[in-house]
Protein backbone atom coordinates (compact mmCIF):
# COMPACT_ATOMS: atom_id res chain seq x y z
CA UNK A 1 0.00 0.00 0.00
CA UNK A 2 2.60 2.55 1.22
CA UNK A 3 4.47 1.70 -2.51
CA UNK A 4 0.82 2.37 -4.20
CA UNK A 5 0.52 5.87 -2.31
CA UNK A 6 4.39 7.08 -3.42
CA UNK A 7 3.59 5.55 -7.14
CA UNK A 8 0.08 7.79 -7.41
CA UNK A 9 1.67 10.82 -6.34
CA UNK A 10 4.87 10.57 -8.09
CA UNK A 11 2.55 9.93 -11.34
CA UNK A 12 0.42 13.22 -10.57
CA UNK A 13 3.62 14.87 -9.61
CA UNK A 14 4.98 14.00 -13.17
CA UNK A 15 1.34 15.06 -14.67
CA UNK A 16 2.14 18.55 -13.32
CA UNK A 17 5.24 18.81 -14.80
CA UNK A 18 4.28 17.62 -17.99
CA UNK A 19 1.16 20.14 -18.18
CA UNK A 20 3.20 23.19 -17.48
CA UNK A 21 5.42 21.62 -19.78
CA UNK A 22 2.63 22.41 -22.54
CA UNK A 23 1.79 26.14 -21.21
CA UNK A 24 4.99 26.89 -23.57
CA UNK A 25 2.20 27.23 -26.69
CA UNK A 26 -1.40 29.12 -26.72
CA UNK A 27 -4.12 28.68 -29.42
CA UNK A 28 -3.66 30.30 -32.89
CA UNK A 29 -5.92 32.96 -33.81
CA UNK A 30 -8.43 32.40 -36.57
CA UNK A 31 -8.82 34.44 -39.78
CA UNK A 32 -6.31 34.87 -42.35
CA UNK A 33 -5.68 38.29 -44.65
CA UNK A 34 -5.79 38.33 -48.21
CA UNK A 35 -2.32 38.40 -48.35
CA UNK A 36 -1.81 35.67 -45.59
CA UNK A 37 -0.79 37.81 -42.81
CA UNK A 38 -3.26 36.35 -39.97
CA UNK A 39 -5.47 39.29 -39.43
CA UNK A 40 -8.29 40.16 -36.19
CA UNK A 41 -10.31 41.83 -38.66
CA UNK A 42 -10.06 44.99 -37.32
CA UNK A 43 -10.04 47.78 -39.53
CA UNK A 44 -7.70 50.39 -38.01
CA UNK A 45 -9.56 52.59 -36.92
CA UNK A 46 -8.37 56.45 -37.31
CA UNK A 47 -5.32 56.18 -35.50
CA UNK A 48 -2.28 55.78 -37.05
CA UNK A 49 -1.09 51.73 -37.23
CA UNK A 50 2.38 50.12 -36.42
CA UNK A 51 4.18 47.28 -36.33
CA UNK A 52 4.84 46.31 -32.82
CA UNK A 53 6.65 43.48 -31.53
CA UNK A 54 4.72 41.03 -28.95
CA UNK A 55 5.86 39.25 -26.14
CA UNK A 56 8.43 36.28 -26.40
CA UNK A 57 7.43 32.70 -25.13
CA UNK A 58 5.98 31.07 -23.25
CA UNK A 59 3.55 34.58 -23.27
CA UNK A 60 3.25 34.98 -27.16
CA UNK A 61 3.71 31.70 -29.16
CA UNK A 62 1.56 31.42 -32.19
CA UNK A 63 0.24 28.49 -32.19
CA UNK A 64 -1.47 25.47 -30.11
CA UNK A 65 0.65 22.66 -27.50
CA UNK A 66 2.29 19.89 -30.06
CA UNK A 67 2.36 22.47 -32.72
CA UNK A 68 5.58 22.51 -35.04
CA UNK A 69 4.67 25.77 -36.36
CA UNK A 70 3.37 29.11 -35.96
CA UNK A 71 0.91 28.99 -38.77
CA UNK A 72 1.54 33.13 -39.33
CA UNK A 73 2.84 34.12 -42.38
CA UNK A 74 6.77 35.04 -42.42
CA UNK A 75 7.90 39.11 -42.70
CA UNK A 76 8.46 40.39 -45.99
CA UNK A 77 9.59 44.47 -45.68
CA UNK A 78 8.12 44.79 -42.13
CA UNK A 79 9.93 45.39 -39.73
CA UNK A 80 9.53 46.72 -36.07
CA UNK A 81 8.11 50.61 -36.20
CA UNK A 82 7.06 50.82 -39.28
CA UNK A 83 3.84 51.25 -40.53
CA UNK A 84 1.43 49.30 -41.81
CA UNK A 85 -1.90 48.95 -43.68
CA UNK A 86 -4.43 46.95 -41.30
CA UNK A 87 -5.02 46.64 -37.73
CA UNK A 88 -4.38 43.02 -36.30
CA UNK A 89 -2.20 41.82 -39.40
CA UNK A 90 0.75 39.75 -38.04
CA UNK A 91 3.66 38.36 -39.03
CA UNK A 92 6.65 36.45 -38.11
CA UNK A 93 10.47 37.34 -38.53
CA UNK A 94 13.05 35.42 -39.44
CA UNK A 95 14.14 36.17 -36.02
CA UNK A 96 12.83 37.56 -32.91
CA UNK A 97 8.62 37.47 -32.18
CA UNK A 98 6.00 38.12 -34.38
CA UNK A 99 5.35 41.61 -35.05
CA UNK A 100 1.80 43.32 -34.95
CA UNK A 101 -0.15 45.79 -36.63
CA UNK A 102 -1.81 47.94 -33.70
CA UNK A 103 -2.73 51.60 -33.18
CA UNK A 104 -0.49 50.94 -29.68
CA UNK A 105 2.17 48.57 -28.42
CA UNK A 106 0.40 45.83 -27.49
CA UNK A 107 3.08 44.49 -24.57
CA UNK A 108 1.83 47.77 -22.85
CA UNK A 109 -1.78 47.10 -23.12
CA UNK A 110 -4.25 44.99 -20.56
CA UNK A 111 -3.47 41.17 -21.20
CA UNK A 112 -0.25 42.07 -22.56
CA UNK A 113 3.27 41.17 -21.57
CA UNK A 114 2.78 39.87 -17.95
CA UNK A 115 4.82 42.51 -15.75
CA UNK A 116 5.84 40.59 -12.18
CA UNK A 117 7.43 43.53 -10.42
CA UNK A 118 6.12 44.49 -7.39
CA UNK A 119 6.20 48.42 -8.35
CA UNK A 120 3.95 47.73 -11.18
CA UNK A 121 1.34 46.47 -9.01
CA UNK A 122 -1.11 47.06 -6.27
CA UNK A 123 -3.96 45.41 -3.86
CA UNK A 124 -1.54 42.45 -3.83
CA UNK A 125 -2.44 39.64 -2.01
CA UNK A 126 -0.56 35.85 -1.47
CA UNK A 127 -2.89 33.12 -1.63
CA UNK A 128 -3.81 31.07 1.12
CA UNK A 129 -3.57 27.03 1.73
CA UNK A 130 -7.75 27.27 0.92
CA UNK A 131 -7.29 29.07 -2.26
CA UNK A 132 -4.46 26.89 -3.62
CA UNK A 133 -6.68 23.96 -3.00
CA UNK A 134 -9.24 25.18 -4.92
CA UNK A 135 -7.37 26.66 -7.73
CA UNK A 136 -5.70 22.94 -7.70
CA UNK A 137 -8.83 21.56 -7.76
CA UNK A 138 -9.69 23.40 -11.17
CA UNK A 139 -6.76 21.96 -12.74
CA UNK A 140 -7.80 18.97 -12.17
CA UNK A 141 -11.06 19.69 -13.99
CA UNK A 142 -9.33 21.20 -17.31
CA UNK A 143 -10.75 19.11 -20.09
CA UNK A 144 -8.15 18.41 -22.57
CA UNK A 145 -9.00 18.08 -26.23
CA UNK A 146 -7.60 17.48 -29.23
CA UNK A 147 -9.30 19.56 -32.11
CA UNK A 148 -8.69 21.61 -35.74
CA UNK A 149 -9.61 25.18 -36.57
CA UNK A 150 -12.31 26.19 -39.04
CA UNK A 151 -9.77 28.09 -40.53
CA UNK A 152 -6.79 25.44 -40.91
CA UNK A 153 -7.23 23.99 -44.59
CA UNK A 154 -4.57 21.52 -43.24
CA UNK A 155 -7.04 20.70 -40.35
CA UNK A 156 -4.15 19.88 -38.28
CA UNK A 157 -5.05 17.71 -34.83
CA UNK A 158 -4.63 20.53 -32.08
CA UNK A 159 -4.75 20.21 -28.11
CA UNK A 160 -5.66 22.62 -25.58
CA UNK A 161 -9.08 23.13 -23.85
CA UNK A 162 -11.93 24.78 -24.90
CA UNK A 163 -12.90 28.22 -23.14
CA UNK A 164 -16.17 27.44 -23.12
CA UNK A 165 -15.97 24.57 -21.07
CA UNK A 166 -15.17 27.31 -17.98
CA UNK A 167 -15.63 30.77 -19.17
CA UNK A 168 -14.59 31.89 -15.77
CA UNK A 169 -11.19 30.31 -15.58
CA UNK A 170 -8.30 32.46 -14.49
CA UNK A 171 -6.75 30.64 -17.73
CA UNK A 172 -8.87 33.02 -19.79
CA UNK A 173 -8.03 35.83 -21.56
CA UNK A 174 -10.81 38.97 -21.30
CA UNK A 175 -12.64 38.60 -24.20
CA UNK A 176 -13.15 35.00 -24.00
CA UNK A 177 -11.47 33.63 -26.97
CA UNK A 178 -7.82 33.15 -26.07
CA UNK A 179 -5.78 31.73 -23.52
CA UNK A 180 -4.29 34.00 -20.55
CA UNK A 181 -0.92 31.93 -20.04
CA UNK A 182 0.15 33.45 -17.28
CA UNK A 183 -3.04 32.81 -15.21
CA UNK A 184 -2.48 29.06 -16.91
CA UNK A 185 0.65 28.65 -15.76
CA UNK A 186 0.49 30.00 -12.07
CA UNK A 187 -3.50 27.73 -11.41
CA UNK A 188 -0.65 24.64 -12.94
CA UNK A 189 2.21 26.32 -9.90
CA UNK A 190 -0.60 25.99 -7.64
CA UNK A 191 -1.48 22.77 -8.43
CA UNK A 192 2.33 21.61 -8.13
CA UNK A 193 2.32 23.30 -4.36
CA UNK A 194 -0.49 21.11 -3.19
CA UNK A 195 0.51 17.93 -4.73
CA UNK A 196 4.18 18.67 -3.18
CA UNK A 197 2.13 19.15 0.54
CA UNK A 198 0.52 16.00 0.04
CA UNK A 199 3.93 13.95 -0.87
CA UNK A 200 5.46 15.49 1.65
CA UNK A 201 2.39 14.53 4.03
CA UNK A 202 2.41 10.94 2.87
CA UNK A 203 6.20 10.78 3.19
CA UNK A 204 5.80 11.52 7.26
CA UNK A 205 2.81 8.78 7.46
CA UNK A 206 5.01 5.99 5.53
CA UNK A 207 8.03 7.10 7.72
CA UNK A 208 5.55 7.01 11.12
CA UNK A 209 3.98 3.43 9.59
CA UNK A 210 7.75 1.96 9.63
CA UNK A 211 8.62 2.86 12.60
CA UNK A 212 6.02 1.06 13.94
CA UNK A 213 6.50 -1.95 12.24
CA UNK A 214 10.13 -1.80 13.02
CA UNK A 215 9.38 -1.61 16.43
CA UNK A 216 6.89 -4.21 16.64
CA UNK A 217 9.40 -6.48 14.70
CA UNK A 218 11.93 -5.99 17.51
CA UNK A 219 9.79 -6.90 20.07
CA UNK A 220 8.76 -10.11 18.00
CA UNK A 221 12.43 -10.97 17.99
CA UNK A 222 12.68 -10.50 21.24
CA UNK A 223 10.05 -12.07 22.05
CA UNK A 224 11.46 -15.56 20.46
CA UNK A 225 14.83 -15.39 22.00
CA UNK A 226 13.12 -15.49 25.50
CA UNK A 227 10.45 -17.66 25.07
CA UNK A 228 10.97 -21.47 25.65
CA UNK A 229 10.48 -23.49 22.41
CA UNK A 230 6.56 -24.21 21.84
CA UNK A 231 4.92 -27.27 23.97
CA UNK A 232 7.92 -27.36 26.22
CA UNK A 233 7.76 -26.21 29.91
CA UNK A 234 9.94 -24.66 32.68
CA UNK A 235 10.77 -27.53 35.30
CA UNK A 236 10.18 -26.90 39.05
CA UNK A 237 13.40 -26.54 41.05
Given at each position: MASWIARDVSFRCHTAVALLAVLTACGGQEGMSGNGIQSD??????????????????????????AADSGVAPCITEQEGDTCPSA?????????????????????QTGGCPISSRRFKQDIRYLSDRDLERIAAGVEHIRLANYSYKSDPSARERLGFIIEDDPTSPAVAEGRTQIDLYGYTSM???AMKIQARKLEEQNAELGLLRRKIDALERRSASAATVSPPHGVRKGRK
Open positions: GGDGGSAALHWFSLCGPPVAVVGDAGGLECQPVNGTPLLCAAADPKLVVA
